[in-house]
């Protein structure tokens, strides 16, 4: 189809001014043509079919066109309508305010690179975003700058869904040669010889962006041969590091696991790569993320032949892959708990990692904002967060944590169920382990203690531990009973939390 | 329109109940059985006694492989009492009256609905009950059937699986593992090929029901897994003294 003039009718719809003319289509403007009212503007996406177009254009418009009917949330464009795929294919979306990553990168031109809490947070978004697709059994299998749009208020919405892959429709785009399908830029490995619907494809892209971010440079160019296109499935790029002598360890770190050339050294899941991105002082830092020297030739020799034999293997659906390895997060009272309590949460932990390997922990603590002050110097918020990190780290010591990464956290919240609850959503934690009776509350029908509040309001898993009996006789003190409430109340004087 | 897609009952009565209550709830407007009302299972004239009343309120009832095995030119030929199959040929030839014999014998073996031709086996040659297995004899069933320039839908039974078959970008038809209960997008600009699976008696290591729904206007094909009492299917299969591997497979659902 041609560019259509601004003020045509089509379907229902009018067309105004053409925001966009690609290779693929035409993105314009669009209105109700009989005046009624959008909630949202429009935009109206018509794609190229003149003769001699390539039927991959059209097979990939005929993607999209299905997968923007299913995919929800804010991570994609809300979609509108569609035309016959055959008479008048068309698609109306949101037409989502803010600037692609594109434009932020050619904003900068030759100018310095951004911070690395400006490429974090921009990694973030991005992954969260590609969490939320991988959840939906969706792989978009084509993020790259031009696809990732910045909403002004922060989050990351995907665009461009005709190169994607939902697990539970055919795929359109599949073939039994098994032929790359991507930008040659941006193109994981895997894809590279033909798998379509490994999350971690995704995430490899991700890695290319921040990358270029960092450095101003792609990591592995912009081949135009397949030949150029499979030196990523044994070849490290240039450690960051090397271009860029200010770019921090941890950030290098973050970036060469997205780039790992096996999808299983990357990271399992985009929420793993969003919280490492978030909380940089945790990244655990190896060689991978110190080394300023290229990979050496003999390595990459060794890569080389084994990577010579690579070839198709069939992905399992994405919303179980990333479920394998989930986010498990414990909340660890502070405050007026047993030592039973603390050793049957630990117990818990242990063993749901042992059943998940790979699975991340995040334990975390919530204090009460009153404990912290700008003015006094040991109560400074990273006095006391410090004093709490301590805690937690020295709680988890006896748990086995071989292959799981962990990290701690103190959130400040006078809601300690709503702080816990929010922790979870916004990290995309899929169990939350707490315990089922604190603070020498049991677990009560008519009173909403924090973990019925949790378990009722969590978006996941909540497992509630019970005190395991043998250890009670263990945590009796020499304490006589009227002593011991006194110390009770003695602190909950001092810093009541309820929890 | 909406189609709901039955095969391979296997005179499986509470199976059979079991998704035609589950298909009414889907709003269906016509049923189609693709053949396979009888053998293995316990109720073959209660199941005939329903598929005539379904045909009579405007169900399409095709033939397949097991109503010509119960008749009595098949019997009297070597298979006869040495094999499971041929036990319950003999049986079920016995639980029915020779006029749902004769009903089950001149049932048609295809039927077309503007773009859906419905088979029971491969479309190529419907008489020889070629099982769709593979992407190379679905192949020939698709391209024998669109022939027929009107025909983009081919859907048959006799497998016992649940599979969709397209063409990707190559030349060569793709298999598709559906999920239960997801709507497959399936345009009328391509060819589409699915065999629906068995009502009656499930080789997948699933004992659910097999049975899909197919909206004509909206071009989506649902497959579906129903939930029934298989294990009392598994009993009557049992009292009714038919051998012992009927009743384990309706268990198991292998």
New interface residues.
Partial sequence: MSQLAPGTPLDGFLIGPCLHAGGMAHIYGVTYADGREAPFPLVMKVPMMRSGDGAENIVSFEVEHQLMQVLHGKHVPRFVAAGDLVNLPYLVMEHVPGDTLQHFIDALDTGPRPEAATIAKLGAAMARAAHSLHKQNTCHLDLKPANVLLHPDGHAVLLDFGLSCHAHYPDLLAEELRKAVGSPAWIAPEQVVGVRGDPRSDIFAIGVMLYELATGELPFGNPQTSGGMRQRLWMDPAPPRSLREDLPEWLQEVILRCLEPEAAKRYPSAAHLAMDLENPDQVKVTARGRQIKGTPFFTHLKRWLRAAGMQYQPSPLPSRQIEEVPIVMVAVPNYDVTDATLYSLRQAVDRSLGLRPGARLAVVTVISPGQTSSTEEDKSETAVHRQYLNMLREWAQPINLEGHQTSFHVLESSDVAQAIVRYAEGNNVSIIVMGAATHGLQMQRFVATVPIKVAMEAPCTVVLVKQSLPFEQFAETELTPEEIELERKRKRRENWVPF | MKYALLSDLHANLHALEACLTHAAKQGVDRIVILGDLVGYGAYPAQVVERCQQLQAEGAIVLRGNHEELIQSHSLSEAHATTSYGGQTAEWTHHQLSPAQRFWLEVLPLTAQEGPVLFVHASADAPERWRYVEDDRVASLSLDAATQNPDVRFVFGGHVHHQS?Y?R?????L?R?E??PG?P??T???RHWIATIGSVGQPRDGSPKAMYAVFDDSACRLTFHRVGYDHLAAARAVRDAGLPEFFATRLESGR
């Fill in positions: 969709l397209y990707g970008t190559g030349r060569q793709m598709f559906p999920t997801v497959i997008p345009p009328k600009h």
